[in-house]
């Protein structure tokens, strides 16, 4: 027997009670924003995401992800197998690297309209690999291994984990505290694709301010990334904090980079909350107590630092960004986010700001 079952954040269920299941949805994202920067004012629209995805069951032991996104070109992001039938949880196919605590929240729930500097920069994106996952009550453990070829220009090979924990904070709060570790290694000295960033949009894609040079070529061996993450919930507040490591090794040099965040958090509706979920050590999605929707007030600085991987080059690459923020969560399925950034220094270069809006849809 099959079943159709709208659901209000899920999407659209359909299955059958005992082998089969399949969840469809996605979500519609559309930005505009407003900058000023020694060339004037300027103002631009984006559709930042457009996804559609299928998720579900395949029999006893199996669950499947399927998610496409067509903002702009065609990328095929989640596309992966899960195994649940042993005491560890075995995932392959193409899936996010475990890294880092605003990396592994959906981008549908993370407080600002961008992650930040740090995150952009040095969090490994999705990949093809194996994971395996453990977890109790409240820890989870996950680890991967994954092929390095989509990072470097020749054939090398990747690990990623992420330990998680938490604990009680009284009646109504909760701690999160996390550690991150990532190691891609070329036998023979590599050179990382100019496609792979090493900077970062300050806070908003829209505005075209780049800190860093993603078009220049990084000769290395190895590299190491270190991530440290905490986060609080107490009622209506909340704070999370990351600072993220990378080092990298070449035959002839090595260098360092990093980078940090701490951010906080208001509603200002009393009964509402961020969602946490100990089951993935992230964020979730905010379900509103009342019919006028959640309110919510958020500040964040965020500073990266890549001054030795450009070895004196000018390309203004130690700055910091302070960034306010305002999200209304109407419901389940509808947000509207407004965010304000302000380059507080960039080796000289330019300072700007920016204003921008997001409607946002998930279902």
Not at 243 to 249: F, G, N, S
Request: aromatic share 12%; no cysteine; proline share 3%.
């Amino acid at each position: 027997m099959l079943w159709l079952v709208p659901a209000t954040q899920a999407g659209i269920q359909l299955g059958s009670e005992a082998t089969f299941s399949a969840e469809l949805g996605g979500r519609l994202q559309v930005d505009f924003a407003v900058f000023d920067n020694d060339d004037g004012a300027e103002q631009h629209t984006e559709l930042r995401q457009a996804r559609l995805y299928v998720k579900g069951r395949l029999w006893e032991h199996w669950k499947y992800k399927s998610q496409i996104d067509f903002a702009d070109a065609i990328d095929y992001n989640d596309q992966y197998l899960v195994y649940t039938g042993w005491p560890v949880k075995i995932t392959v196919g193409h899936f996010k690297q475990p890294f880092s605590l605003e990396q592994m929240t959906s981008s549908k729930h993370i407080t600002f309209m961008e992650r930040s500097m740090a995150v952009n920069t040095f969090a490994p994106a999705r990949n093809t690999g194996v994971g395996v996952t453990t977890q109790g009550s409240n820890w989870r453990l996950n680890l991967a291994l994954f092929d390095g070829n989509q990072r470097y220009k020749a054939s090398s090979y990747g690990l990623a984990g992420r330990g998680t924990g938490t604990r009680a904070l009284g009646q109504d709060g909760l701690l999160h505290g996390g550690l991150s570790l990532q190691y891609y290694n070329y036998p023979g000295m590599g050179r990382l694709d100019p496609a792979q960033r090493y900077g970062a949009h300050l806070g908003t894609r829209l505005a075209g301010v780049y800190v860093g040079d993603a078009r220049r070529d990084l000769s290395v061996d190895s590299l190491y990334t270190i991530g440290l993450e905490v986060a609080a919930l107490v009622g209506p507040y909340s704070m999370q904090a990351e600072y993220i490591r990378a080092d990298y090794d070449s035959t002839w040099t090595s260098a360092e980079a990093d980078g940090y965040y701490i951010q906080g958090s208001w509603f200002l509706t009393p009964h509402d909350r961020r969602a946490y979920k100990v089951a993935t050590g992230s964020f979730g999605n905010v379900e509103p107590v009342e019919p006028r929707g959640a309110w919510e007030l958020a500040v964040r600085y965020d500073a990266l630092r890549l001054g030795d991987i450009y070895n004196g080059n000018n390309v203004g690459i130690d700055v910091g960004a302070l960034m306010l923020g305002v999200n209304w969560y109407a419901n389940p399925n509808i947000r509207g986010s407004a965010n304000y950034v302000r380059v507080l220094g960039a080796d000289g270069r330019s300072t700007p700001t920016a204003f921008q809006l997001r409607t946002q849809v998930a279902f």
